[in-house]
C-alpha cells in the first residue's frame, strides 16, 4: 500500500543569484528535512521533539551532527516538530551565504513545504 511509504518532497528556491534546496521526507511519526545551498549536501543537523499534548513547555532539540549553522538546524527543527508534532530531523548546509543571510529562504522553502503537506508534488522553481 502506498500510503503506508513516506512521502519525499523536492523544493527550490531561486534567490539573489543562488540556489536553495530542500528535501522533505515525512513518515507517519516523523520528519526528515535536508536544506542546502548550491546542491543537495547534508549539514550541521539537528532533531527536535514535540511536547506532549498534555505537558507545558517548548519543543525539546539537540544538535546532532556538526557545528557550522547550529542556530539555524535547532531553529528549524523545533519549528517543524511545533508545526506537525512529529519528531523532526533537519539538515543545513550553506556554502556562501552567512547562515543568518539564508535563514529567511530556508524558512520559505520550509513554510511552502508545510503547505503541501501529505500530498506529493514535483518540484517547484521559483
Known amino acids: 500500500m502506498e500510503r503506508d511509504r513516506a512521502n519525499v518532497i523536492k523544493e527550490e528556491l531561486n534567490e539573489q543569484d543562488r540556489r536553495f534546496l530542500a528535501v522533505y521526507v515525512e513518515s507517519k511519526n516523523s520528519i526528515m528535512l535536508m536544506l542546502s545551498e548550491k546542491e543537495d549536501k547534508l549539514g550541521t543537523m539537528a ?36 508545526k506537525k508534532g512529529k519528531i523532526a530531523v533537519v539538515s543545513v548546509y550553506v556554502e556562501t551565504v552567512p547562515e543568518l543571510q539564508a535563514q529567511p529562504f530556508f524558512m520559505h522553502l520550509i513554510d511552502r513545504l508545510l503547505k503541501t503537506g501529505s500530498s506529493k508534488k514535483e518540484p517547484t522553481v521559483t
Open 47 to 82: 532533531i527536535a521533539v514535540p511536547k506532549p499534548k498534555d505537558l507545558i513547555g517548548s519543543v525539546t532539540s539537540s544538535v546532532m551532527l556538526g557545528d557550522r549553522n547550529v542556530i539555524s538546524a535547532r531553529m528549524f527543527a523545533e519549528y517543524v516538530a511545533a
